[in-house]
């Protein structure tokens, strides 16, 4: 399992995160349908564990998407929080259409799944959430939130993975 897991998680058959073509169309739950790209490899995320028996997929709506009322409920937060966790500006979590661009549905997804990753670790997720924010990933020097605001999610994975395996942090 553990050579399973990789970094890059996309959703849709484009590759797109905001693709949901493939899971559509099929009429999968996101866990279950969603692939990740690695290197040509195809791996769902139900096989590579993303969110799959982690408490995450509730976030989803039935149409796939992620549903941000359950996300802020879920994590106690505000919409005007939930977007600077996230890097995104209060308009895209807060409008209605907004909510559904691939943008919004990829940022917050790769923040749901960095913090299914590390609920166990951490002990619940209000620790994790915290983890997210405030800890420092040693060998990148900032914070899962400041890497995943700037785009580089697949680093907070990528890390995740060296640890997840027994690998120094």
Known sequence: ?????????????????????????RGAVPNEGAHCEEGGANK???ERGKLAGTGMTHYFDEAGLI????????FHVTKGQLAKITGLNFVAVSKADQQ???????????????????????????QAL??????????LGRTAEALVKNGK???VCR??????VGGYA
């Open 100 to 126: 559904t661009a691939p943008r919004t549905q990829s940022r917050v997804r790769e923040m749901l799944e960095i913090i299914s990753r590390v609920i166990e670790w951490t002990g619940g997720t209000n």
């Open 130 to 139: 915290a983890w997210y924010r405030s800890e420092p990933i040693p060998p």
């Open 153 to 155: 999610a697949d680093a």
């Open 159 to 164: 890390y995740l993975d060296r640890v997840a």
């Open 67 to 74: 549903d941000l009322d359950r996300v802020t409920d879920g």
């Open 44 to 46: 769902t995320l139900s």
């Open 1 to 25: 399992m553990a050579a399973d897991l990789k970094n890059g998680c996309q959703l849709g058959a484009s590759g797109n995160a905001g693709d949901r073509s493939d899971v559509a169309s």
